[in-house]
């Protein structure tokens, strides 16, 4: 009897262990069938995945654990509680808490763990984990992809320790190779629903673009155009299927090397202008990109065109180029025929200014009252001509980019004082009280010096011809980037909405000013020009009826050297006796007869013996007779561009112990003047005035 019920019992068992195969087999084939692999939504598949695996080997909760990007942790993903018939997910184990159980997953097939709480590999687990939720066996299947752990199938005993079989480890084995097989799927599925939208969205881009784009095989056969090339070439894209891309596009020499670079890969992409031949035979300009695609094995494959229609483009930039060089002509003959009235204009003027200085300093006869009136009005009619001629010739040169700066470290205290002295007598004529006021720390600034005296004596002269009352001030300060130097005014002010057009050329807020104010509204255009051409700028503030406040802003510049003090111009007049002064010889080399008989007669009525020539031939035998102390020279009968004038001055001995000063109309025309001799050579404008004169006589001839 005994025999008999321990071979019931062996039936019993193998019964039950034949039930619990068929049961894994039936639930494998299940998942092996199961359609939601097949749409690769991993939720979905996971959550089917621990249902069949909980039910099959009874185990109260079946979890599945993948590692973070970084592999430091493993975080649940889905979670089935089998009695609560729920999932769960987000729960997060860190590696660095746990190192023995995670080194079993990644050394062992499978961790089959009867006594979990005390178990080498899992009781790391047991007080965070196990004993949380009354865990006492553990079935842990390692997930394998690509040849690394993943994650892990976590199924979970609870109640009585529990012996685990080897039927249900392999078949814990199977449950991970699944979610291996699911987490595929679902990488596939994003990458092909990815290619899926990529390649839709190419197909819409490539349809809709404004640009044409066109695809030819290697053979440079075209594979397929968009509607835009379609239209630009006048060509369907049937017509254009399989035709060669080449024979609508126009050749130059050295394009097939070019495109040899572009398939070996020497070159990643070609762009270039090309015209097309249309449909009807015109040209249309294109801006041609040419890139290569490469094929599955890495080779190039296709040719991938972006054609851009730049033909009206082209038409433009042809009209443009007319128009340009049609300004440019413009503004050449503009030039040529300013600098010729330039010199026709000074020319009559420097002999009605020198001329006028004789009549006013009784050097020919004295004058009657109405006479030295009507010889006064002749020569400042002079001087306001000539400040505009200088004016529009400054402003032509500047707008043409031809006016160079020399730029040198001034005082500013000599410059203030410089450009106050000068409107002195402006100011106090019309009962203007005149002040200035300098900031400490505002001590030097580089500039072109005759540039800056313009632009502030232009900005004080404004602000005293529109001041009937009150004051006129000129406020220096030193500010972060450089010097501002403000002109303000208690004069009639200006109306806001007359800003824009306050730095225009030619141009006078209201017409009506002209009749009661004279300018011709050249100034302020041509002192911001030259601030902006220092790198810095003019700016106004104005009240109508309270007064303006005009600011000059001057940047610092790098690199300041020694200071230079400006030379006091208002030199006092004087007048040597004449025995001392006919011993000293002047050489009067002047072109122009007035301007010579201005200088000559004046020069010989203070007592100087002078000789006058208007040509420099055999100068330097002139030089060996006359032997002159001074030598005045016009520049205009120096050769045209004489680069050699400076080694010729110091070279010759006859000319070692003899200053020569030239008089011109552009103190910039001899550079080379600028590395001389301050002692030696110096430089006048025309049309000269007696008190320079008398400056550089003082200064050689003392």
């Not at 082209?314 to 002509?329: D, F, H, M, P, V």
């Not at 200006?494 to 824009?500: G, K």
């Not at 009749?515 to 050249?522: D, N, P």
Request: aromatic share 8%; hydrophobic share 40%.
């Amino acid at each position: 009897m005994q025999l008999a019920v321990i071979n019931d019992s062996k039936q019993e068992i193998v019964q039950i262990r034949e039930n619990e195969q068929r049961k894994q087999i039936q639930s494998l084939v299940q998942l092996a069938r199961s359609k939601t692999f097949q749409k690769g939504n991993l939720k979905a598949t996971l959550q089917e995945i621990t249902e069949v695996a909980a039910k099959t080997l009874a185990v109260e909760r079946v979890g599945v654990w993948l590692y973070t990007a970084d592999h430091t942790s493993i975080e649940c993903k889905n979670l089935y509680d089998l009695k609560k018939k729920i999932h769960i997910s987000g729960q997060t184990l860190l590696k660095a808490n746990y190192p023995n159980y995670f080194q079993s997953l990644e050394v062992e097939r499978s961790l089959a763990v009867s006594d979990a709480i005390n178990d080498n590999r899992t009781q790391e687990l047991a007080a965070s984990y196990l004993k949380v939720f009354g865990i006492t066996s553990l079935l842990d299947a390692p997930i394998w992809l690509g040849g690394r752990v993943v994650g892990v199938v976590c199924h979970e005993h609870f109640g009585d320790i529990r012996q685990w079989t080897v039927d249900e480890e392999n078949f814990a084995s199977s449950i991970a190779d699944f979610v291996a097989l699911a987490i595929e799927a679902s990488d596939r599925h994003t990458v092909q629903a990815a290619l899926q939208k990529s390649e839709a969205k190419f197909r819409a881009i490539f349809e809709r673009s404004s640009i044409g784009i066109g695809l030819a095989d290697i053979k440079a056969e075209i594979v397929d155009i968009n509607p835009t090339l379609s239209q630009m070439l006048g060509y369907s894209r049937e017509e254009l299927y399989g035709k060669y891309f080449i024979d609508y596009i126009s050749h130059q020499k050295g394009d097939l090397e070019v495109y040899k670079q572009l398939i070996s890969g020497m070159r990643d992409r070609l762009e270039i202008e090309k015209y097309f031949r249309h449909k009807n035979g015109q040209l249309v300009w294109t801006n041609l990109s040419i890139s290569m695609i490469p094929g599955s094995n890495g080779t190039p494959e296709f040719f991938l065109a972006i054609i851009e229609d730049i033909t009206e483009r082209k038409q433009t930039e042809l009209k443009l180029r007319t128009s340009q060089a049609a300004a440019e002509a413009g503004n050449r003959a503009k030039n040529e025929f300013l600098a010729t009235m330039s010199h026709e204009l000074r020319t009559p003027l420097n002999a009605i200014m020198g001329l006028s200085q004789l009549l006013q300093h009784g050097m020919v006869g004295s004058l009657n009252e109405k006479q030295q009136e009507y010889i006064n009005c002749i020569y400042s009619s002079g001087e306001h001509l000539l400040a505009i001629i200088n004016d529009i010739l400054d402003l032509s040169k500047v707008e043409a980019g031809k006016e160079e700066l020399n730029l040198s470290t001034v005082s500013v205290v000599d410059l203030c004082n410089y450009a106050i002295s000068t409107v002195h007598d402006q100011a106090k004529e019309k009962g203007l009280n005149l002040i200035s006021k300098i900031d400490p720390q505002a001590e030097t600034c580089k500039v072109d010096i005759r540039r800056i005296k313009q632009m502030l004596i232009n900005l004080l002269t404004n602000a005293i011809k529109f001041t009937q009352a009150g004051q006129v001030s000129l406020e220096i300060n030193k500010v972060p980037e450089g010097i501002t130097f403000t002109v303000a005014d208690t004069g009639i002010g200006i109306d806001s909405n007359q800003f824009q057009f306050l730095f225009e050329p030619f141009k006078q807020l209201d017409s009506r000013l002209n009749r009661q104010y004279e300018g011709t509204g050249l100034g302020l255009a041509l002192t911001r020009k030259l601030a902006r051409l220092h790198g810095g700028d003019v700016t106004v503030e104005s009240k109508l009826g309270e007064g303006s406040r005009f600011t000059l802003f001057i940047p610092d510049q790098v690199d300041l050297t020694t200071d230079i003090n400006i030379v006091d111009e208002n030199i006092n007049k004087f007048y040597a006796p004449a025995n001392k002064l006919n011993e000293k010889r002047i050489l009067l080399a002047e072109a122009e007869e007035n301007i010579a008989i201005f200088l000559h007669d004046y020069l010989q009525l203070i007592g100087y013996q002078v000789e006058w020539i208007n040509t420099l031939d055999k100068v330097l035998e002139k030089i060996t007779n006359f032997q002159p102390n001074l030598i005045l020279l016009d520049t205009q009968l120096l050769p045209s561009q004489d680069s050699s004038l400076y080694q010729i001055l110091m070279q010759e001995s006859e000319l070692q112990n003899i200053a020569v000063v030239f008089m011109g109309g552009n103190e910039n025309e001899l550079p080379e003047l600028n590395l001389g001799q301050a002692d030696k050579y110096n430089y006048i404008l025309k049309p000269i005035r007696i008190v320079q004169l008398e400056s550089i006589l003082m200064r050689y001839l003392s």
